[in-house]
């Protein structure tokens, strides 16, 4: 079982830029969520996506979108880069209907802007 | 806003001693789960430990084991028997709705 593979490892755009990072769920997983994790902070959620539809949004503005695919696997695109866009990007699978509510991360994208 | 709390920055432990991590959180919800994470250097989020609300008796995993006061909406995590490997930030996180919220984190050094 891979678990949640997430691509690429890092990433410098320039201020302005857009950007597109990928996530591949856990076997078996239908939902994917992402969260963005500045630099000494925990992780806030983005969105969650499920049946490739937006489920649910954090506050985050327009410029955060994404998509999810028909095998369940996910982009997150995020238009004109601020600085403060910098921060690990986190996507956490998970089986709707499991009563646990258990994510499960992928090891991130670092995003740096300069 | 709901918001979960972990007021120790940072903490350190000896190899072999016990350290608690502390953690509240806010909520309306009667139901509901909380987590603990560990992420190492290596950045992923690695699930500790889970507590659901309805369940009055405490999670435990091995090492790790929580302490969990509803009325007082604290949820604090002991690690036993600390290891080299135990060293990595903490975040604790509350379910609801639809998406975990994450405390700030908690820096965790062990010491040989």
């Known amino acids: 079982d891979a678990g949640v593979t997430q691509s690429p490892t890092h990433l410098i755009k320039t201020r302005g830029q857009q950007v597109t990072l990928r996530c591949s769920p856990k076997s078996g997983h239908d939902t994917v969520s992402w969260y963005q994790q500045a630099l000494g902070q925990g992780p806030q959620f983005i969105f969650q996506?499920?049946?490739?539809?937006?489920?649910q949004r954090g506050n985050f503005p327009d410029r955060f979108s994404g998509h999810q695919f028909p095998n369940y696997s996910s982009e997150l695109n995020v238009n004109a880069l601020l600085l403060g866009d910098s921060a690990l990007y986190l996507c956490?699978?998970?089986?709707?209907?499991?009563?646990?509510?258990?994510?499960?991360f992928g090891p991130g994208t670092r995003l740096t802007v300069l | 806003a709901q918001t979960v709390t972990q007021s120790q920055p940072e903490m350190s432990v000896q190899e072999a001693e016990t350290v608690t991590l502390s953690c509240t959180y806010d909520t309306s919800e009667s139901d509901y789960y909380l987590f603990w994470y560990k992420q190492p250097p290596s950045r992923q989020m690695i699930l500790v430990i889970r507590?659901?609300?309805?369940?009055?008796q405490n999670a435990t995993e091995n090492r790790f084991s929580v302490n969990f006061q509803k009325a007082a909406k604290s949820f604090s995590l002991k690690i036993s028997d600390s290891q080299l490997g135990d060293a990595a930030m903490y975040f604790c996180a509350r379910w609801g709705p639809e998406k975990l919220v994450f405390g700030k984190g908690t820096k965790l050094t062990v010491n040989p």
């Open positions: 956490a699978s998970s089986a709707s209907g499991q009563g646990n509510h258990e994510q499960f």
């Open positions: 507590q659901e609300a309805y369940k009055q």
């Open positions: 996506y499920y049946e490739e539809e937006e489920r």
